[in-house]
């Protein structure tokens, strides 16, 4: 079309070209008061710059373009067309493989940290640096490996190999109310029963405490740790006859049941499988329902706890 239309105007007279010039130009104007500034594409920059080099200067006057303009329309064409390619200010990316292996390492060992986690991916022929390692892990929300290393108290209990004890409270249809003292294996969760009682006293927790050694002594040989609260039931003594066995006595903070929280675990699932479902009339009921094989099959099933044992009875009641 721009082809034809320029063998049109190569054949026209003088004239009538000088006239059509003048009505062009006008419209120009007219347009340029209406519509502002135009937008030019590449093709209309490229057209007036090649018209631009035949025409004198003084034949420039009223372009939509300055000189200056041209002259920078040419050097990005320029660039564009030639030279060396440009690149993207800053670091090159990092790649996926390398950014998702940072993180599997991170989370599959905690203890590493971002030095660690860059060694290790620069012996597996990754090219990265330390910090891209630790920005990758920063925005991924993985916390640094001493904060992710943080011991909780079943995982201090767990590797402890620690026996756990505390006091049940029930309370039966009379409204009187019994304790259970009850000892767990944290590495086997076996519960075993100490004795039901209705004042708990020190000597008679002592006692019990003797007891548990003289009947399930061997099931304890692997143990390294007592977990108790701070009772005033669990004295010096009671603590001695744990010593006895090489085992340390870990007092929980005060008001803190959390940290003992496999006994607590095993309170709620007493309360919730056998309690709730019960009426305890009294002790001897209490003691024949808690070392029933239904009751203890249940709490199996539903908590991971071992059934309990046996009933350790301290040789003297109050």
Same mark, same amino acid.
């Given at each position: 079309?721009?082809?034809?239309?320029?063998?049109?105007?190569?054949?026209?007279?003088?004239?009538?070209?000088?006239?059509?010039?003048?009505?062009?130009? %006008?419209?120009?104007?007219?347009?340029?008061?209406?519509?502002?500034?135009?937008?030019?594409?590449?093709?209309?920059?490229?057209?007036?710059?090649?018209?631009?080099?035949?025409?004198?200067? =003084?034949?420039?006057?009223?372009?939509?373009?300055?000189?200056?303009?041209?002259?920078?329309? %040419?050097?990005?064409?320029?660039?564009?067309?030639?030279?060396? =390619?440009?690149?993207? $200010?800053?670091? $090159?990316? *990092?790649?996926?493989?390398?950014?998702?292996?940072?993180?599997?390492?991170?989370?599959?060992?905690?203890?590493?940290?971002?030095?660690?986690?860059?060694?290790?991916?620069?012996?597996?022929? %990754?090219?990265?640096?330390?910090?891209?390692?630790?920005?990758?892990?920063?925005?991924?929300?993985?916390?640094?490996? =001493?904060?992710?290393?943080?011991?909780?108290? =079943?995982?201090?209990?767990?590797?402890?190999?620690?026996?756990?004890?505390?006091?049940?409270?029930?309370?039966?249809?009379?409204?009187?109310? &019994?304790?259970?003292?009850?000892?767990?294996?944290?590495?086997?969760?076996? &519960?075993?029963?100490?004795?039901?009682?209705? +004042?708990?006293?020190?000597?008679?927790? *002592?006692?019990?405490?003797?007891?548990?050694?003289?009947? %399930?002594?061997?099931?304890?040989?692997?143990?390294?740790?007592?977990?108790?609260?701070?009772?005033?039931?669990?004295?010096?003594?009671?603590?001695?006859?744990?010593?006895?066995?090489?085992?340390?006595?870990?007092?929980?903070?005060?008001?803190?049941?959390?940290? +003992?929280?496999?006994?607590?675990?095993?309170?709620?699932?007493?309360?919730?499988?056998?309690?709730?479902?019960?009426?305890?009339? +009294?002790?001897? #009921?209490?003691?024949?329902?808690?070392?029933?094989?239904?009751?203890?099959?249940? #709490?199996?099933?539903?908590?991971?706890?071992?059934?309990?044992?046996?009933?350790?009875?301290?040789?003297?009641? $109050?």
């Amino acid at each position: 079309m721009r082809a034809r239309t320029a063998i049109t105007l190569a054949t026209r007279s003088g004239r009538a070209k000088d006239l059509e010039i003048i009505v062009l130009r %006008h419209q120009v104007a007219v347009l340029r008061r209406q519509l502002g500034r135009p937008e030019l594409t590449e093709r209309d920059r490229g057209l007036m710059g090649a018209i631009a080099t035949a025409l004198p200067r =003084p034949r420039r006057q009223g372009w939509l373009v300055t000189p200056d303009t041209l002259l920078r329309w %040419h050097r990005r064409r320029i660039a564009r067309h030639g030279g060396h =390619p440009r690149r993207r $200010p800053g670091r $090159p990316s *990092t790649a996926a493989q390398a950014r998702s292996l940072a993180m599997r390492m991170a989370r599959e060992n905690p203890t590493w940290g971002y030095r660690r986690t860059h060694g290790e991916l620069s012996r597996l022929g %990754h090219t990265i640096e330390a910090s891209t390692v630790w920005k990758i892990l920063n925005d991924a929300g993985i916390d640094p490996a =001493p904060t992710r290393t943080s011991t909780t108290w =079943p995982q201090l209990l767990r590797s402890q190999a620690a026996v756990a004890c505390d006091f049940a409270t029930v309370d039966t249809v009379l409204l009187r109310r &019994v304790y259970v003292l009850f000892f767990i294996d944290t590495a086997s969760r076996e &519960v075993i029963l100490g004795g039901i009682t209705a +004042n708990p006293t020190a000597a008679w927790t *002592t006692q019990a405490a003797r007891n548990l050694f003289l009947t %399930h002594g061997d099931r304890l040989a692997s143990a390294k740790a007592l977990v108790r609260d701070r009772g005033s039931q669990f004295t010096t003594s009671f603590d001695a006859v744990f010593r006895s066995a090489g085992m340390k006595v870990l007092a929980t903070p005060v008001r803190t049941p959390v940290a +003992n929280s496999f006994a607590e675990r095993w309170i709620q699932s007493l309360r919730r499988e056998l309690l709730d479902r019960t009426l305890v009339w +009294n002790q001897r #009921h209490l003691r024949r329902t808690a070392s029933s094989t239904s009751t203890k099959t249940r #709490h199996e099933a539903t908590t991971g706890f071992l059934a309990p044992t046996g009933l350790c009875r301290p040789s003297t009641e $109050p």
